[in-house]
C-alpha cells in the first residue's frame, strides 16, 4: 500500500482495523493523477461504474455543486446508487 504513495506521488496510507487504507484527499491529486491513471489504465468489471459515478462527484466538487442544496442531494443520490446500492 504505501508503494502507492510513492507512485503516484500523494495521499497517505492509514491502518483501518486488519487492514489498510490508501487515502487520496487533495482534490489536485484526484483530478490530476488519480483520476487520469483510472481513464488511461480503465477497471475492469462492476466497479468501473462506481469509478464512473466517483468521477461525476469529483467533477460537481470541482464545480462546488456540493455548496448548493440542490448539488448536495445529487450526490447523496449518486452515491446511493453505488457499490452495493446498484442494481
Known amino acids: 500500500m504505501r508503494s502507492l504513495v ?3 506521488g500523494c495521499g497517505a ?3 483501518n482495523r486488519e487492514t489498510f ?3 487520496v484527499s487533495k482534490s489536485r491529486d ?3 493523477k488519480i ?3 483510472f481513464i488511461q489504465y480503465p477497471i475492469q468489471g462492476k466497479k468501473l461504474k462506481d469509478f464512473q459515478d466517483w468521477c461525476k462527484v ?3 466538487m470541482k ?3 456540493h ?3 440542490e448539488g448536495l442531494n445529487k450526490i447523496r443520490e449518486i452515491k446511493a446508487g453505488m457499490n452495493s446500492g446498484r442494481e
Open 30 to 32: 484526484i483530478h490530476e
Open 6 to 8: 510513492e507512485f503516484f
Open 13 to 15: 496510507v492509514y491502518p
Open 63 to 65: 464545480e462546488k455543486q
Open 21 to 23: 487504507r490508501y487515502i
Open 58 to 60: 469529483a467533477e460537481m
Open 67 to 69: 455548496l448548493t442544496v
Open 35 to 37: 483520476i487520469p491513471f
